[in-house]
């Protein structure tokens, strides 16, 4: 038997973003948005309220870093999404964070934050939607295979609840994408 839950904001896996931007000074900044993911397929989209300081920031500079929340920087990064540079303009440094210039966009990529999606922003949709164009991908070697790609489980990455507004940590790997099915024709 199923319960029903009404319309929710419910989707699982649900990714913990953390969004770097530039202010007009070079401040950096980061925020925590949890509604974003790919768009199309080289391009990321992001839900972005008006009144952020990211907002503005990636208005004013056209560009932003996408990185992951890892279990290892779940304060810090839940710390970015409840407090806003508009109240605490030193948000960044409070949550612990350091930034490195991307030689890509004009916009940090966290030392603190392994992977880091780069990106150059195509436009901002009337309802909010931020779309960047990805144009590069980088990440720390410290979470990469033997092959020298990204391993998931030494990522880390954390997915976000909306249901009980909890932070999880990744699972165990349960299968091959693009493979497993064919057992099955």
């Not at 509604?35 to 199309?40: A, V």
């Not at 990211?54 to 929340?69: L, M, R």
């Not at 880091?116 to 931020?130: A, M």
Request: with cysteine.
């Amino acid at each position: 038997m199923r319960k029903d839950f009404g319309a929710k904001t419910w989707l699982y896996p649900m990714p913990v973003l953390i969004i770097g931007t530039y202010d007009e000074g070079g401040v950096p900044n980061a925020m925590n948005a949890a509604w974003g993911g790919i768009y199309d397929t080289n391009q990321v989209m992001i839900c972005l309220a008006d009144d952020h300081k990211t907002t503005e920031n990636i208005k004013q500079t056209g560009a932003f870093t996408v990185s992951f929340a890892t279990a290892k920087t779940v304060a810090a990064c839940d710390y970015v999404g409840i407090v806003s540079a508009n109240d605490v303009p030193d948000k960044f440094e409070r949550a612990g964070f350091h930034a490195v210039r991307s030689a890509f966009v004009n916009a940090p990529i966290i030392e603190e934050l392994p992977m880091t999606v780069e990106c150059k922003l195509i436009k901002f949709n009337e309802d909010g939607i931020c779309i960047g164009e990805i144009v590069n991908v980088s990440a720390d070697e410290s979470v990469l295979d033997e092959g020298g790609k990204v391993d998931a489980k030494k990522l880390d990455p954390i997915i976000y609840d909306g249901a009980t507004h909890a932070y999880w940590s990744f699972g165990e790997k349960v299968g091959k994408a693009f493979s497993d099915g064919k057992q099955l024709r």
